[in-house]
């Protein structure tokens, strides 16, 4: 959300972008990349998570590498896992001899003093780091404490979250100087010369990166372009080489360009009843309000409605994802007769009424204004204000707390997913920083799990929070990237990254 903060997230968040794209030529020794929106910030720190992170998937070498398959490979760290058991403790080994950019060594003193900047200066991803208290060196190793188990450690130190990507001390010697150029061990550097911030960001080979065979660029050029048709446009004319506005009312039509289209990655679509103790909807604090308002709302017509890539779901875990359980789309079908009983009993049988507050990417205000008119029918009287792609005054209006819900997608695991907006207090999308026993309870279960216990701890967390009804979860949406003239885009796994250093010239 801000991390696009989507959230993916994708999550991935759209904010207003600028320019077309011209000058944009792609040629075979330069990558031009299509993306819906600046990036947040240029400070890992600061930034979201999802496409935006790409600028920093090119210049920051992360400890862990995320595949598009989902899983992880050696990066800074050759080797990691949890000590002992609890998932309190983590331990990574650095890879030798590697260099920042700027030619010096990338030692486990550096590794720390990131980690520690991160810790004391995380934006709007810094619920990932939840339970972290230390980090210190010994040799060749970083040891990771905790004072709650946090069993997504491998994930938050991959360039999924930012977490991973390593800064040099001379970046952080001056903190203010990460918001406009690159401190990283990543195979690209950013080409301040050739960048306007806003608009499009050029990078230029990183002479000392440990692995030059995968520099298959010279140049890499990442263009804003907010427009879905524009950018599909200038993927057939040959301007732009990957295309991360993708959506699935066009892959048809880049087909036809000649392109191919990548899917996969689904995130959830849902209102978040963000109030859920009632403070400024005392209603919403009722258990069988919020059920009521999952019995009033036809997810199937408004994924119709929705159009393609879109199918209904009743659960926050979308299918092929850790919590997923076909069985819970069931405990909340569309049934407006038990919403008006439910909304009776808990002594609101004229309905309830409430803000919510949205954006027009991906759906969610389409989404909102659907669903709207369908809790309309039993009583229930909903506001809606639209902050359009504004991302900033989005995260403002939520924090206000005067919205009591928002509409909003999210692409993680189902632990990092929580962290944001269930447990997280320093999320965006807990703005009211609720808490539930229950909830509680199934959560703690899922962070300190045995790895041969996440699955089934993970599908109880999952029913734990359908039952309690803390969203209103609307549709599945899938990701999409087309590309043109682009050999091994790689996969669209559940929790996977783009393999952006696999991408090379088609031959």
């Given at each position: 959300?801000?991390?696009r903060?989507?959230l993916?997230?994708?999550?991935?968040?759209?904010?207003?972008?600028?320019?077309?794209?011209t000058?944009a030529?792609?040629?075979?020794?330069?990558?031009v990349i299509?993306l819906?929106?600046?990036?947040?910030n240029?400070d890992?720190?600061?930034?979201?998570?999802?496409?935006?992170?790409?600028?920093?998937?090119?210049?920051?070498?992360?400890?862990?590498?995320?595949?598009?398959?989902?899983?992880?490979?050696p990066?800074?760290?050759?080797e990691?896992?949890y000590?002992?058991?609890?998932?309190?403790?983590?331990?990574?080994?650095?890879?030798?001899?590697?260099?920042?950019?700027?030619?010096?060594?990338?030692?486990?003193?550096?590794?720390?003093g990131?980690?520690k900047?991160?810790?004391?200066?995380?934006g709007s991803?810094k619920?990932?780091?939840?339970?972290?208290?230390?980090v210190?060196?010994?040799?060749?190793?970083?040891?990771?404490?905790?004072?709650?188990?946090?069993?997504i450690?491998?994930?938050?130190f991959?360039?999924?979250?930012?977490?991973?990507?390593?800064?040099?001390?001379?970046g952080?010697?001056?903190?203010?100087?990460?918001?406009?150029?690159?401190f990283?061990?990543g195979?690209?550097?950013?080409?301040?010369?050739?960048t306007?911030?806003?608009?499009?960001?050029?990078?230029?080979?990183?002479?000392?990166?440990?692995?030059?065979?995968?520099?298959?660029?010279?140049?890499?050029?990442?263009?804003v372009?907010?427009?879905p048709?524009?950018?599909?446009?200038?993927?057939?004319?040959?301007?732009?080489?990957?295309?991360?506005?993708?959506?699935a009312t066009?892959a048809?039509?880049a087909?036809?360009?000649?392109?191919?289209?990548?899917?996969?990655?689904?995130?959830?679509?849902?209102?978040?009843?963000?109030d859920?103790?009632?403070q400024t909807?005392?209603?919403?604090?009722?258990?069988?309000?919020?059920?009521?308002?999952n019995?009033?709302?036809?997810?199937?017509?408004?994924?119709?409605?929705?159009?393609?890539?879109?199918?209904?779901?009743g659960?926050?875990?979308?299918?092929?994802t850790?919590?997923?359980?076909p069985a819970?789309?069931?405990?909340?079908?569309?049934?407006?007769?038990a919403?008006?009983?439910?909304?009776?009993?808990?002594?609101?049988?004229?309905?309830?009424?409430f803000?919510?507050?949205?954006l027009?990417?991906?759906?969610?205000?389409?989404?909102?204004?659907?669903v709207?008119?369908?809790?309309?029918?039993?009583?229930?009287d909903v506001?809606?204000?639209?902050?359009?792609?504004?991302l900033?005054?989005y995260?403002?209006?939520?924090?206000?707390?005067?919205?009591?819900?928002?509409t909003?997608?999210?692409?993680?695991?189902?632990?990092?997913?929580?962290?944001?907006?269930?447990t997280?207090?320093?999320?965006p999308?807990?703005p009211?920083q609720?808490?539930?026993e229950?909830?509680d309870?199934?959560?703690a279960?899922?962070a300190?799990?045995?790895?041969?216990?996440q699955?089934?701890a993970?599908a109880?967390?999952?029913?734990?929070?359908?039952d309690r009804?803390?969203?209103l979860?609307?549709?599945?949406?899938?990701?999409?990237?087309?590309?043109?003239?682009?050999?091994?885009?790689?996969?669209?796994?559940?929790?996977?990254?783009?393999d952006?250093?696999?991408?090379?010239p088609?031959?």
């Open positions: 959300m801000r991390t903060l989507a993916l997230a994708v999550c991935a968040l759209l904010a207003a972008g600028c320019s077309g794209i000058n030529a792609a040629t075979d020794d330069t990558l299509a819906p929106a600046p990036p947040e240029f890992p720190a600061k930034n979201g998570s999802g496409v935006q992170g790409i600028v920093h998937w090119l210049s920051y070498e992360p400890l862990i590498r995320a595949e598009s398959d989902g899983s992880f490979t990066a800074l760290a050759t990691w896992g000590v002992g058991t609890g998932n309190r403790l983590f331990e990574m080994t650095l890879r030798p001899g590697v260099k920042f950019a700027d030619g010096t060594p990338v030692d486990a003193a550096s590794v720390v990131t980690l900047y991160y810790l004391a200066n995380g991803m619920p990932f780091l939840t339970g972290i208290t230390d210190t060196a010994d040799g060749d190793k970083v040891r990771v404490a905790l004072d709650k188990p946090n069993p450690l491998p994930y938050v991959s360039q999924l979250v930012n977490w991973g990507d390593v800064i040099s001390p001379t952080l010697a001056d903190p203010a100087q990460l918001t406009s150029r690159t990283g061990a195979a690209y550097t950013l080409d301040p010369a050739g306007i911030a806003g608009d499009h960001y050029a990078f230029v080979k990183n002479p000392n990166y440990y692995r030059p065979e995968l520099q298959r660029y010279e140049k890499v050029l990442v263009r372009v907010p427009d048709n524009s950018a599909v446009q200038a993927l057939a004319s040959g301007q732009v080489d990957v295309n991360l506005n993708a959506t066009l048809d039509q087909k036809a360009s000649g392109a191919s289209v990548l899917e996969g990655n689904p995130g959830v679509l849902a209102l978040y009843l963000v859920r103790d009632g909807t005392p209603g919403l604090g009722d258990v069988k309000v919020r059920q009521a308002l019995h009033a709302v036809d997810r199937n017509a408004v994924a119709a409605a929705l159009g393609a890539g879109y199918s209904a779901v659960q926050i875990a979308p299918d092929g850790d919590g997923h359980d819970l789309d069931d405990l909340t079908k569309y049934d407006p007769s919403a008006r009983r439910l909304l009776t009993e808990a002594g609101y049988p004229d309905g309830i009424s803000q919510l507050v949205d027009l990417t991906f759906g969610m205000n389409t989404a909102s204004q659907a709207v008119d369908q809790l309309g029918k039993v009583g229930v506001t809606v204000q639209t902050d359009g792609n504004d900033n005054r995260v403002a209006d939520l924090s206000s707390r005067k919205f009591s819900a928002t909003f997608r999210l692409s993680t695991p189902l632990f990092a997913s929580a962290l944001f907006n269930i997280g207090a320093a999320s999308l807990n009211f609720s808490s539930d229950e909830i309870r199934a959560f279960t899922l300190a799990a045995p790895e041969e216990q699955a089934a993970a109880a967390f999952n029913r734990t929070v359908v009804a803390w969203f979860p609307i549709a599945t949406v899938r990701n999409y990237v087309f590309a043109k003239g682009v050999a091994n885009v790689g996969e669209f796994a559940a929790n996977g990254a783009l952006v250093l696999d991408w090379a088609a031959r």
